[in-house]
């Protein structure tokens, strides 16, 4: 830590820290074939290590574990390619929670931590990672801490009562407007206030008051009893505020035997409960060897503190105080909650500097006395911590920079954007990962696809994500459990519930192995290096989980290439703020330019504080670019100004917008004219708006591209549609750089055959479609061990595609032709190829099902094997003998290739609609894993003259048979199109050398 330089009397913000191609696709992209596994950097990225490969949340129902089912568990996930699972009690779909035995199996029992001791020991063996939850499902809580607990999570209440100008109030002091929760025995009386109502004031939910009028009448207050009289004139309100345990225990509890309750997340009072309850119950001599070894984290999910109230501990009144320089008390009734909602306001200006004032110290309480000591006591166990630090109204982005390991979410992240605030923390910070809990969905039990995934997820990475958990898998069995066997959320209130309890009881976990080997290649170039970003958008308020995202850069500049990330103030104090040659923070995110905008949480208030107003023109002072929209020469503080404040704000950004660098906007259009007057370009470019998406990592070797055809968030309409245009990446490390493209399906790393270079720009075709992926590697010719890193590259051709194979430069093409290729030295080349056989449609199909159904166990599946033929392809649902089938199916069928077909001859093989999961062999040997969201193979070496056997895997998930297994909780469920359904067509090609 470095030290604190006081601001407006309190602490310091320092204080408050404290892309997959298959090979048909890759031709078009003119790529040459794999490079040999004998390649060190070939087999970096072919063979990612465990420990960026994808984990798994694992569900127990809480310590009901056999250790000897733990270790089994462990090992199909080892063997499904997985890295590392994180150790979490939930168990939402067992309604009578007394099957589980939490007083002899609870959370933190002697059997939970004979299983946490079973999973380390066998994860130790297989070489993956164990990460534990700080708690029994969330939020945070400890076993035996009651509510009225000093370390247990606290709400402030309130109470009122009405009074006419003149009139007398004598009784008890107004109780609060709700009850306390169950297990709540206690309350205190914090302050007793009296306020004249201010109609002017009072908005659709809130009654506005005259802060001027407010008076504390607490000592006033005796027996229990108050009496007083209101001034003449106008309306008054008695409000009575009372600190008492929230009550809220963790999650579909109980978990526990004394059952646990909420800590509070604010003091360090809360954090000790935690750390003191590990320590003389969870860490005993072995479970702390065990711990130290595996170098795992301590998870905390999302802060869900649920009041009727205002989420409260009683360091707040000092802590503002100290703060603002301030009294709270003053302010109180503006920041009062009931059920989510305010219940008073002030002039709307002031309200706004109050609340933001107010959860400002709240954030700081919170990043101090939570975050930060629960990382340090994490450090001082071998192990790091990873959270979600969203879901109250504090700044987000300062806590992942506080953070290990921050985390976001696929669920409850509205958008792109979100994930992005949480990048800018991390990047600032010096951090490596970005997690996300991963392909959770609503109602999706048991009919999760994995193409719905890898689309939810592709977006994500873009956007700073290179962790991925995936939710979930859930231990196998639990007392009164159904086929096929536990899953924590489903049945959910009777239905089906959220998705997924992945695991050798889905049928596509035959092939789930494909799956990991992906996205562990995507996590390998991804945490690679340091993460580079285009604009760092600062923001004043530094919430996420909101959706809102940057003028113009959202909505029109990462349609064009543009990427950006979040920061808040606190950012500016770290000791990467610093500028070198035009960018912030060089040796991290390396930002072009700063873009400040009016605060979009409070009505997009041109706000700054004057601290943050210094930094920023310091920083643009050693050069950096700063664009500014909005009406900045009359900014305000985002809190309640002290006297004078306002006028030395406005003083600095004066200084701040004379500088020849800034430029002030006022129509969001002109964002973009403004950079490029400022000669900040983007590190990707393409001329028209797409919704390719774009993350950018530089290593001391090379520029790493991910490039996603993906959108902004999932609800956006109309779907996402095929892209095919031309994109131009900078090169940071020279034009003697070569382009290779890394296919994260199959582990190839190729040079790309086809481009154009001006200086230290690569311009290349990117054809995508919905949701699939590419990486671009820029790197030094053989860096991945092709022959080809020196050869001269084709610019253009009209041929279908240019690639480098073992004869070279080579054009292929689907027809008979002359083909024209320009090379980079400026010659034009002229090649010929022979005919080619038209597109082949088999028409008949010999379909084998494994057909899967309740075994005589919840745990045990019977599978029911029936053969068919079939002349059309159809999904499942409409051929009668497999309408209610889940399973797996292979489709075998013949195609014959003419005598004259040679080895310049293949073919791609065009899968159409194929659900879910699928693999596929020709002539009984297997092929590579094809991309899944793009189901175009490449079965060139494969295919021989004459007969050709190809089969096609396919594997379902389990919803169809469940509507009839179970029609009480998944009947409602509309019967899916499973299989495949086609058209597939043998599309053949020939080849020939450029000469």
Not at 505 to 529: C, F, K, M, N
Not at 880 to 890: V, W
């Amino acid at each position: 830590m470095h030290e604190a330089i006081p601001q407006r009397g309190g602490l310091s913000r320092r204080a408050v820290l404290a892309a997959g191609l298959t090979a048909g696709a890759v031709a078009a992209l003119g790529v040459a074939g794999p490079v040999a596994a004998s390649d060190t950097s070939a087999h970096w990225f072919a063979t990612p290590v465990k420990s960026v490969r994808p984990r798994f949340r694992w569900w127990w129902p809480d310590g009901l574990v056999d250790p000897d089912e733990i270790a089994r568990e462990i090992d199909q996930i080892a063997d499904a390619g997985f890295g590392g699972v994180e150790i979490a009690a939930v168990h939402h779909s067992i309604k009578d929670k007394s099957v589980l035995d939490t007083a002899h199996h609870g959370w933190g029992s002697g059997p939970w931590r004979e299983g946490v001791e079973a999973a380390l020991r066998r994860a130790a063996r297989r070489g993956l990672t164990v990460d534990l939850t700080l708690g029994p499902s969330w939020p945070v809580a400890v076993p035996g801490l009651t509510p009225d607990d000093e370390a247990a999570a606290k709400e402030l209440a309130h109470g009122r009562a009405a009074l006419t100008g003149g009139s007398t109030y004598r009784g008890p002091v107004p109780p609060p407007v709700h009850a306390p929760a169950a297990g709540v025995t206690r309350q205190q009386l914090l302050a007793v206030q009296a306020a004249r109502v201010e109609p002017a004031h009072s908005t659709r939910k809130e009654t506005g008051l005259d802060l001027a009028s407010v008076q504390d009448l607490t000592a006033t207050v005796t027996d229990g009893a108050l009496a007083w009289t209101a001034p003449e004139g106008g309306d008054w309100v008695l409000i009575s505020s009372w600190v008492r345990g929230s009550g809220q225990q963790p999650e579909s509890g109980p978990h526990s035997a004394p059952a646990a309750y909420a800590v509070d997340h604010f003091s360090p009072a809360g954090t000790t409960a935690v750390t003191s309850y590990w320590r003389d119950h969870i860490l005993t001599p072995s479970v702390r060897r065990l711990l130290r070894a595996a170098g795992g984290s301590f998870f905390e999910d999302s802060v869900e503190l649920e009041t009727d109230g205002l989420t409260w501990t009683s360091l707040l009144p000092e802590a503002f105080e100290k703060h603002t320089g301030r009294p709270l008390l003053p302010y109180l009734p503006a920041l009062l909650l009931d059920k989510g909602n305010q219940v008073f306001a002030y002039e709307a200006q002031s309200t706004r500097q109050i609340r933001h004032d107010f959860w400002e110290t709240v954030s700081g309480l919170f990043n101090r006395n939570h975050l930060t000591a629960l990382r340090d006591w994490a450090h001082t166990l071998g192990m790091t911590l990873r959270s979600q630090p969203y879901g109250l109204q504090t700044d987000a982005i300062a806590s992942a920079a506080l953070l290990d390991i921050p985390e976001g979410e696929s669920l409850g992240f509205k958008n792109l954007d979100d994930y992005r605030c949480l990048a800018g923390g991390r990047d600032m910070a010096g951090r490596t990962v970005l997690s996300c809990e991963a392909g959770a969905y609503n109602g999706s039990a048991y009919s999760t696809t994995w193409d719905r995934f890898l689309r939810t997820m592709g977006g994500a990475y873009a956007a700073g994500v290179n962790q991925t958990v995936v939710h979930g898998f859930s231990y196998a069995t639990a007392p009164g459990v159904n086929w096929p066997g536990f899953a924590a959320f489903s049945p959910y209130n009777g239905t089906a519930g959220y998705g997924e309890s992945w695991g050798p009881r889905q049928p596509t976990w035959r092939h789930v192995e494909d799956i990991a080997g992906y996205l562990g290649r995507v996590h390998q170039v991804l945490q690679s290096g340091t993460a580079r970003a285009d604009v760092a958008v600062f923001r004043q308020t530094g919430y996420t989980a909101t959706g809102i995202g940057a003028s113009w850069f959202t909505a029109t500049g990462v349609p064009l290439g543009w990427s950006h990330q979040f920061l808040s103030g606190p950012l500016l104090d770290l000791p990467s703020a610093t500028v070198s040659r035009g960018r912030l923070a060089p040796e991290g995110p390396a930002y072009k330019a700063l873009f400040v905008e009016g605060d979009f949480f409070y009505g997009s208030t041109p706000t700054l504080s004057v601290e943050d107003a210094r930094k920023i023109l310091a920083l643009a002072e050693a050069g950096l670019p700063v664009v500014v929209f909005g009406a900045f020469d009359q900014a305000l503080t985002p809190g309640v100004p002290d006297q004078g404040e306002t006028d030395r704000l406005r003083d600095l950004l004066a200084r701040l917008l004379a500088l020849p660098h800034v430029v002030r906007v006022t129509d969001k259009a002109a964002v973009g004219d403004a950079l490029a007057g400022l000669g900040v370009r983007a590190d990707v470019r393409h001329a028209t708006a797409s919704t390719l998406l774009n993350a950018h990592r530089v290593t001391a070797d090379a520029d790493f591209y991910y490039l996603c055809n993906g959108k902004h968030a999932e609800t956006v309409k109309p779907p996402v549609a095929a892209i095919d245009h031309d994109v131009t990446l900078r090169r940071t490390h020279g034009a003697r750089t070569v382009p290779y493209l890394l296919d994260p399906w199959t582990g190839a790393a190729t040079r790309l055959a086809r481009y154009t270079e001006d200086g230290d720009d690569i311009t290349l075709r990117v054809a995508l479609q919905p949701g699939q992926t590419m990486i671009v590697a820029l790197g030094r010719p053989g860096l991945f061990g092709d022959r080809h890193g020196h050869s001269p590259h084709a610019e253009t051709t009209d041929a279908d595609s240019v690639l480098f194979t073992e004869r070279g430069l080579t054009v292929r093409a689907h027809t008979a032709g002359t083909w024209t290729t320009r090379l980079s030295q400026g010659r034009t080349v002229t090649t010929r190829t022979p005919a080619v056989p038209a597109p082949i449609t088999p028409v008949r199909w010999e379909l084998d099902v494994e057909d899967w159904y309740p075994g005589p166990e919840p745990t045990r599946t019977e599978r029911v094997r029936r053969g068919l033929t079939l002349d059309t392809l159809r999904p499942w649902s409409q051929i009668p003998e497999l309408t209610d089938s889940a399973g797996i199916g292979r489709y075998r069928t013949t195609v014959t290739l003419p005598a004259d077909w040679t080895p310049a001859h293949g073919a791609e093989l065009e899968l159409g609609q194929v659900s879910d999961t699928f693999r596929i062999s020709v002539n009984g040997r297997r092929l590579p894993a094809a991309d899944r969201l793009h189901p175009v193979v490449d079965l060139g070496p494969f295919l021989r003259r004459g007969d050709n056997t190809i089969e096609i895997e396919v594997a379902t998930p389990l919803v169809n048979r469940l509507r009839v297994a179970q029609p009480t909780v998944f009947g409602a469920v509309a019967r899916q199109d499973h299989g495949l359904v086609g058209p597939v067509r043998l599309v053949p090609y020939v080849e020939a050398a450029v000469r």
